[in-house]
């Protein structure tokens, strides 16, 4: 019975042991299955420090693995050291089912910080102005494009004309600002419109036809002018002004609309 006993135990513990190692786990059908990721926070990069990106996974079967373009799995939800860019990030859980999620990381605008200083007025007319920039921040690796022209390594641009120009400064991580640079011609309130106002008013008392004495008294008078200088352009080049056979030049016209422009300054 002894030696009986024993063939009948493994034979017993054989088909145990068959009957365990042929039985399927049911499958998952991840078509049906509710797992989800979605954006938890982000971290703008600027031009001191990289970003990162955090995510959120629910449903599903849990133990997630996270990767990011494609990159080796990993169990965190957070990716740090990133750059700007677009970025595909998914998830994947134990039952191999997977989510993803396509996030764009935008750098922080305004990192790199720009000022420039004239050097040299334009001259009414004229394109002698001269800027020179000081940039600062991102880097410390700057091109500067003006007005749209071909990014350069010089800080001092020149031949410019007066007016409103605009400067951009871009580091060599990419990161760039812009600022509005405006050329003044130098035209002087007191060295070049006030001798024209006092020598071409009509009469003593002010600059307009006699018996407009309402009118603003602008000889020897800067503040008037200051004040009332926006007309002073219109009326001068349309030809109201001055009044009585009294006639200005051309250049001397443009010479008043030029400080004018410049904002009428009481220099």
Same mark, same amino acid.
């Given at each position: 019975?002894?030696n009986?006993?024993?063939?009948?135990?493994?034979?017993?513990?054989?088909?145990l042991?068959?009957?365990?190692?042929?039985?399927?786990?049911?499958?998952?059908?991840?078509?049906?299955?509710d797992?989800?990721?979605?954006?938890?926070?982000?971290?703008?990069p600027?031009?001191?420090?990289?970003?990162?990106?955090?995510?959120?996974?629910t449903?599903?079967?849990g133990?997630?693995?996270?990767?990011?373009? *494609?990159?080796?799995?990993?169990?965190?939800?957070?990716?740090?050291?990133?750059?700007?860019?677009?970025?595909?990030?998914?998830?994947t +859980?134990?039952?191999?089912?997977?989510?993803?999620?396509?996030?764009?990381?935008?750098?922080?605008?305004?990192?790199?910080?720009?000022?420039?200083?004239?050097?040299?007025?334009?001259?009414?007319?004229?394109?002698?102005?001269?800027?020179?920039? $000081?940039?600062?921040?991102g880097?410390?690796?700057?091109?500067?494009?003006?007005? *749209?022209?071909?990014?350069?390594?010089?800080?001092?641009?020149?031949?410019?004309?007066?007016?409103?120009? $605009?400067?951009?400064?871009?580091?060599?991580?990419?990161?760039?600002?812009?600022? +509005?640079?405006?050329?003044? $011609?130098?035209?002087?309130?007191?060295? +070049?419109?006030?001798?024209?106002?006092?020598?071409?008013?009509?009469?003593?008392?002010?600059?307009?036809?006699? *018996?407009?004495?309402?009118?603003p008294?602008?000889?020897?008078n800067?503040?008037?002018?200051?004040e009332?200088?926006?007309?002073?352009?219109?009326?001068?080049?349309?030809?109201?002004?001055?009044?009585?056979d $009294?006639t200005?030049?051309?250049?001397?016209?443009?010479?008043?609309?030029?400080?004018?422009?410049?904002?009428?300054?009481?220099?």
């Open positions: 019975m002894k009986l006993f024993i063939p009948i135990l493994v034979v017993v513990i054989s088909l042991i068959s009957c365990s190692s042929g039985k399927e786990e049911p499958k998952v059908d991840c078509s049906e299955s797992i989800a990721l979605s954006l938890a926070d982000t971290l703008r600027d031009c001191t420090k990289a970003g990162s990106i955090t995510v959120n996974a449903g599903g079967g133990e997630y693995l996270y990767k990011i373009n *494609g990159a080796k799995e990993q169990p965190s939800a957070t990716f740090s050291d990133l750059g700007a860019g677009f970025y595909q990030l998914s998830v +859980d134990n039952n191999g089912c997977t989510a993803t999620l396509d996030v764009t990381l935008e750098a922080v605008p305004g990192s790199v910080t720009a000022v420039a200083d004239q050097t040299m007025d334009a001259g009414c007319e004229g394109s002698s102005g001269e800027i020179m920039v $000081t940039a600062s921040g880097d410390g690796v700057y091109k500067y494009s003006l007005d *749209g022209g071909t990014a350069v390594d010089t800080t001092e641009f020149g031949s410019l004309s007066a007016g409103e120009h $605009t400067m951009k400064v871009t580091d060599g991580e990419g990161c760039s600002t812009t600022i +509005d640079v405006y050329v003044r $011609t130098g035209v002087s309130l007191a060295d +070049d419109i006030m001798p024209l106002v006092n020598a071409n008013c009509a009469t003593s008392t002010d600059c307009h036809k006699s *018996g407009q004495s309402e009118r008294v602008f000889e020897n800067p503040s008037a002018v200051i009332n200088s926006a007309n002073v352009k219109e009326f001068t080049q349309s030809g109201y002004m001055p009044f009585d $009294t200005l030049s051309q250049e001397q016209i443009d010479l008043i609309a030029c400080w004018v422009d410049d904002g009428a300054l009481d220099n």
